[in-house]
T-cell receptor
Framework: DADVTQTPRNRITKTGKRIMLECSQT?????MYWYRQDPGLGLRLIYY???????NKGEISDGYSVSRQAQAKFSLSLESAIPNQTALYFCATSDERGVTDTQYFGPGTRLTVL | GESVGLHLPTLSVQEGDNSIINCAYS??????FIWYKQESGKGPQFIIDIRSNMDKRQGQRVTVLLNKTVKHLSLQIAATQPGDSAVYFC??????????????FGKGTLLTVNP
């Protein structure tokens, strides 16, 4: 979905390197999310942000950090990448609608850590 | 703990047939459910949603059924087409404290449409 963009789309790196994945959105949504997708494990939430000053850990935040630079930008960092962080990473956004909080996803970043 | 799961990991149908993808959930307090479609190399795409005060909702060629008694959700695709081949995820929006809700995803069902 062009409303949510992610860069890079593919990245190969080595163990121990610092990596940043970036997400931008033009949907005007306040809420942004980072997920990780592994085969057989579905989507797992890493971090989420309900506005620029709000950052929350998800279920698998260890080894990751995030920065909400603006309403439209939310970046995910791996301070020291390790091979088991090889996965597909998705950014998502949503409106603040309480129970009907539909999330819209970016195209994903495929990260390989050697 | 809470979980959202799928009965079948794969489903293969013939083009033109109807498809039914099932999902079981365990959080009886969940108020909102969503189906997503994920094509190869793309992010999940919203298909259809349903509130817990409804038992059926229809879209274009898709219908979602909700059975709260047995905590079961299904996605029906009419006249399945090759372009429907994808992984389908159900997700539930459950209360996570304050005014916030958390989206929990199932592991997905791979739908393959044979010509």
């Amino acid at each position: 979905d062009a409303d949510v963009t992610q860069t890079p789309r593919n990245r190969i790196t080595k163990t121990g390197k610092r990596i940043m994945l970036e997400c931008s959105q033009t949907k005007g949504h306040d809420r942004m999310y980072w997920y990780r997708q592994d085969p057989g494990l579905g989507l797992r939430l890493i971090y989420y942000s309900f506005d620029v000053k709000d950052i929350n850990k998800g279920e698998i935040s260890d080894g990751y950090s995030v920065s909400r630079q603006a309403q439209a930008k939310f970046s995910l960092s791996l301070e020291s990448a390790i091979p088991n962080q090889t996965a597909l990473y998705f950014c998502a956004t949503s409106d603040e609608r309480g129970v009907t909080d539909t999330q819209y996803f970016g195209p994903g970043t495929r990260l390989t850590v050697l | 703990g809470e979980s959202v799961g799928l009965h079948l990991p794969t489903l293969s149908v013939q083009e033109g047939d109807n498809s039914i993808i099932n999902c079981a959930y365990s959080n009886s307090a969940s108020d909102y459910f969503i189906w997503y479609k994920q094509e190869s190399g793309k992010g999940p795409q919203f298909i259809i949603d349903i509130r817990s005060n409804m038992d059926k909702r229809q879209g274009q060629r898709v219908t979602v059924l909700l059975n709260k008694t047995v905590k079961h959700l299904s996605l029906q695709i009419a006249a399945t087409q090759p372009g429907d081949s994808a992984v389908y995820f159900c997700a539930e929006n459950g209360y996570s404290g304050g005014s916030n809700y958390k989206l929990t995803f199932g592991k997905g069902t791979l739908l393959t449409v044979n010509p």
